[in-house]
Nanobody, 120 residues
Framework: QVHLVESGGGLVQAGGSLRLSCAASGSIRSVNFMGWYRQAPGKQRELVATINSGGTTNYADSVKGRFTISGDNVKKTAYLQMNSLKPEDTAVYYC??????????????WGQGTQVTVSS
């Protein structure tokens, strides 16, 4: 059983900042990668940023230079620092984690989502 807890969403004015956190716990031997996705109303879920266990990051073009993903392998926690927020960043943000279970099988889980609303 793996549990993801997301926090840090909220309402912010355009140009403001928010920091999202995602903490994984449960039957995880090691984390392979963690990432953030978002889904705006009427749109498909899209990649925002990912980070692997080696620290390699990947960003959507729309957030490059504004968002920074970081991770703590020991705490099994990922963070998404979001600066210079725009109204178009408004969405439900979901954490995703890929991991190795104690029996060495791979697993993948999603968080429950946290709402980010950017007002103009």
């Amino acid at each position: 059983q793996v549990h993801l807890v997301e926090s840090g969403g909220g309402l912010v004015q355009a140009g403001g900042s928010l920091r999202l956190s995602c903490a994984a716990s449960g039957s995880i031997r090691s984390v392979n990668f963690m990432g953030w996705y978002r889904q705006a109303p009427g749109k498909q879920r899209e990649l925002v940023a990912t980070i692997n266990s080696g620290g390699t990051t990947n960003y959507a073009d729309s957030v490059k230079g504004r968002f920074t993903i970081s991770g703590d392998n020991v705490k099994k926690t990922a963070y998404l620092q979001m600066n210079s927020l725009k109204p178009e960043d408004t969405a439900v943000y979901y954490c995703n984690v890929g991991y190795l279970k104690y029996d060495y099988r791979s697993g993948n889980d999603w968080g429950q989502g946290t709402q980010v609303t950017v007002s103009s």
